[in-house]
């Protein structure tokens, strides 16, 4: 059984930096091109970066390129996503998710596993 847990999301005044970790157990990770996302109240979820399978290709949004930073250790099934530089409007759920597809995109269609998500506010 597949299973996404997220953690490292916080409260953190603007300018300040979090690092998220999602936690994969149930699935061999080197197969699966891991993604973040994040949705912010009332509005659609959005791809936010993704990690290809082999690690060796990274997408982010226009929105935190510059600012945030994907990695991904597979030998302890993790991925972490780097933020600093935070302004307000990365306040959301943060979620990250699985996908078999070796290659990365930010729609979450392709995307079958989920965690539960962690909160992140960038707030003084």
């Known amino acids: 059984q597949l299973q996404l847990v997220e953690s490292g999301g916080g409260l953190v005044q603007p300018g300040g930096s979090l690092r998220l970790s999602c936690a994969v157990s149930?699935?061999?990770?080197?197969?699966?091109?891991i993604g973040w996302f994040r949705q912010a109240p009332g509005k659609q979820r959005e791809g936010v970066s993704c990690?290809?399978?082999?690690?060796?290709?990274?997408i982010f949004a226009d929105s935190v390129k510059g600012r945030f930073t994907i990695s991904r250790d597979n030998a302890k099934n993790t991925v972490k996503l780097q933020m600093n530089s935070l302004n307000a409007e990365d306040t959301a759920v943060y979620y990250c998710?699985?996908?078999?597809?070796?290659?990365?995109?930010?729609?979450?269609?392709?995307?079958?596993?989920w965690g539960e998500g962690t909160q992140v506010t960038v707030s003084t």
């Open positions: 998710a699985a996908t078999a597809l070796g290659r990365c995109v930010l729609s979450t269609a392709p995307f079958g596993s």
């Open positions: 149930g699935f061999t990770l080197d197969f699966y091109s």
């Open positions: 990690i290809s399978s082999s690690g060796g290709r990274t």
